[in-house]
């Protein structure tokens, strides 16, 4: 068998073309979305579908608090997940001046332990979760939608309109978008019905990009991201200014131009996928009999028990604002745009060049054939984040400027409350599926779109604001 056909072989039911939920998307959110539905509502048939041949690591790898809150509620405590993720505690932030020598440090650590993830190992755990409790996750099908033209929010009925019953008129439920598969193995078949949609496609935006081009927020300057991977050479040496650099924070350099992060993870990226999911098994079969998570074997020998070498990382990149000129020939830098532009800001502070030279090690390759990442216009919002039928979560919705680890941290209220409220429409009577369902959906884009994404980017901008400067 394949990877792919390995994971998708651990399904718990076969493909039969309808559901009553269809998640688009295997990322983390995707996935935490349809666990929180499936444990409040366990009779809903789901599916998810990932276009994606198996999980694969990528940017957003910090959590806080959020998201360890609901790893507990909605999987297992904490103690279990430390066995495969990297312990985190807070944030730590370093100003340093413009002329890169002189640092202060602020941390603001005891915000809850969470956890560094290690996206491959972690969306592998909460897929084989997922599929513990009853819900389908295909792996290398891509997805795709049709909607009608008034697909997104309905405006154009009251909502007593909507409850009020016609004689003669036979009731007719809210539509959903048609939702097309493209498996990579022709397996299963190239469509499902689908009673609502979870758009939950990332950067993507299967679903949301239907009704318009992503917005930008009201501001003057948005962030591009240029990152790699190194592993820890000599940290002893590391000068006394950096207050607490061993501490597992997640911790952030600022400069006038934007901050850098240092994330440690465990990585898992040199195991194979079969063994993975093997030792995933050890802990959720161990968690079902009721076994103490200090009774499961630690890390060290769960991984020698399985064939799982893993080894300690850190994910290092620049958030840079996009309002600061570069200069015109960056070529002394490196031979492409990602290495030229993590050098520029590396060797502009002494600093930072000093710790990058001789504390850390960088390593080629080490996802495959790129050794460093870009990612630009990191800050913004879907127009239509909701609508008949349909709900979007996560980056199909928006992001936001990553200073304080929102991705997965912000992301996981969005999908907990989309969940409550996928429950709710789908237990309304069928008399008042269609009111439920667009009140559901102008709840959802009040939420994300007026709220959360507004008011994360202003808290971002806020915190960038008070730490990029060493005197504020």
């Given at each position: 068998l394949s990877d792919t056909q390995l994971l998708n072989s651990n399904n718990p039911r076969?493909?039969?073309?309808?559901?009553?939920?269809?998640?688009?998307?295997?990322g983390m959110l995707g996935l935490c979305y349809a666990v929180h539905l499936k444990n409040i509502a366990p009779d809903l048939k789901i599916d998810i579908f990932e276009k994606s041949l198996t999980p694969i690591q990528k940017i957003g790898e910090s959590t806080l608090s959020p998201f360890a809150t609901f790893t507990t509620g909605d999987v297992l405590p904490y103690d279990y997940l430390l066995r495969i993720f990297a312990l985190k505690d807070g944030l730590h932030f370093y100003s340093v001046d413009q002329e890169g020598r002189e640092v202060t440090a602020q941390d603001i650590g005891g915000l809850d332990i969470a956890f560094q993830l290690d996206r491959r190992m972690s969306e592998l755990f909460m897929t084989m979760w997922a599929q513990s409790l009853g819900i389908n996750v295909y792996h290398g099908v891509a997805v795709d939608f049709e909607v009608s033209a008034g697909g997104s929010i309905t405006t154009d009925l009251s909502l007593d309109e909507l409850t009020i019953p016609k004689p003669d008129i036979p009731i007719?439920?809210?539509?959903?978008?048609?939702?097309l598969l493209k498996d990579s193995s022709n397996t299963i078949g190239t469509s499902i019905d689908a009673r609502l949609v979870c758009d939950a496609s990332?950067?993507?935006?299967?679903?949301?990009?239907?009704?318009?081009?992503?917005?930008?927020?009201?501001?003057?300057?948005?962030?591009?991201?240029?990152?790699t991977y190194f592993r820890e050479k000599n940290t002893s040496i590391i000068e006394d200014r950096l207050l607490a650099w061993d501490y597992p924070a997640t911790k952030h350099l600022c400069f006038p131009e934007g901050?850098?992060?240092?994330?440690?993870?465990?990585?898992?990226?040199?195991?194979?996928?079969?063994n993975l999911m093997d030792l995933c098994a050890q802990i959720i079969t161990s968690a079902a009999a009721g076994i103490p998570a200090d009774k499961i074997p630690c890390t060290r020998a769960l991984s020698k028990t399985f064939n799982c070498p893993y080894e300690f990382i850190t994910s290092i990149g620049w958030a840079v604002r996009d309002?600061?000129?570069?200069?015109?020939?960056?070529?002394?830098?490196?031979?492409?745009?990602?290495?030229?532009?993590?050098?520029?800001?590396?060797?502009?502070?002494?600093?930072?060049?000093?710790?990058?030279t001789e504390s850390y090690e960088i390593l080629p390759n080490y996802y495959g054939k790129f050794t460093y990442f870009v990612k630009k216009g990191l800050a913004y919002r879907s127009p239509v984040v909701a609508g008949e039928g349909w709900l979007a979560i996560g980056n199909s919705a928006g992001f936001t400027n990553p200073l304080i680890s929102p991705g997965i941290n912000a992301g996981v209220a969005g999908s907990w409350s989309a969940a409550n409220l996928t429950a709710q429409v789908l237990a309304a009577p069928a008399h008042e599926a269609k009111r439920a369902m667009m009140a559901a959906a102008k709840e959802?884009?009040?939420?994300?779109?007026?709220?959360?994404?507004?008011?994360?980017?202003?808290?971002?901008?806020?915190?960038?604001?008070?730490?990029?400067?060493?005197?504020?």
């Open positions: 076969g493909f039969t073309g309808t559901a009553d939920v269809v998640v688009a998307g295997a007719r439920p809210f539509s959903t978008p048609k939702v990332g950067f993507s935006r299967r679903l949301t990009g239907k009704f318009g081009a992503r917005e930008k927020f009201e501001s003057s300057w948005n962030t591009n991201a240029y990152w901050w850098g992060w240092f994330i440690g993870l465990i990585s898992w990226e040199r195991a194979p996928l079969a309002d600061f000129q570069l200069p015109s020939d960056l070529s002394s830098y490196g031979s492409g745009e990602g290495e030229q532009k993590f050098n520029f800001f590396k060797k502009r502070y002494p600093t930072i060049d000093k710790l990058l959802h884009q009040r939420f994300m779109y007026d709220f959360a994404l507004p008011r994360l980017f202003n808290m971002n901008r806020l915190w960038h604001n008070a730490f990029r400067d060493h005197r504020l």
